[in-house]
């Protein structure tokens, strides 16, 4: 089992930066993709940015596009997800997840593998 645990999370007005962090461990840790997504209250679950451990391909929604940027560090089992210029919408529960294959990178149901979260909050 991949256990993965998100920190970084917190509460910053409109236009401020957060830097999410996402530590794995189990013998499965190193799934082929990485993962946050974001879920608000009453909306469903979406997928933020995506990256490739193999090669650090990186993939964006494009609500976030430009804004945001994910990264890894195999030496810590890390992965990150830097955030800038946060708006309002921003705000929501971001979780970090695991996959070792994928057609879809932005549908929740292909990730078998997810954190508990951490609650981003952007005040206007």
């Known amino acids: 089992q991949v256990q993965l645990v998100e920190s970084g999370g917190g509460s910053v007005q409109a236009g401020g930066s957060l830097r999410l962090s996402c530590t794995g461990s189990?013998?499965?840790?190193?799934?082929?993709?990485m993962g946050w997504f974001r879920q608000a209250p009453g909306k469903e679950r979406e997928g933020v940015a995506t990256?490739?451990?193999?090669?650090?391909?990186?993939f964006y929604a494009d609500a976030v596009k430009g804004r945001v940027t994910i990264s890894q560090d195999d030496a810590k089992n890390t992965v990150y997800l830097q955030m800038n210029s946060l708006n309002p919408e921003d705000s929501a529960m971001y979780y970090c997840?695991?996959?070792?294959?994928?057609?879809?990178?932005?549908?929740?149901?292909?990730?078998?593998?997810w954190g508990q979260g951490t609650q981003v909050t952007v005040s206007s």
């Open positions: 997840a695991a996959a070792s294959t994928l057609t879809t990178w932005k549908l929740a149901a292909q990730w078998p593998s």
């Open positions: 189990g013998a499965t840790w190193r799934r082929s993709f």
């Open positions: 990256i490739a451990r193999t090669d650090g391909r990186a």
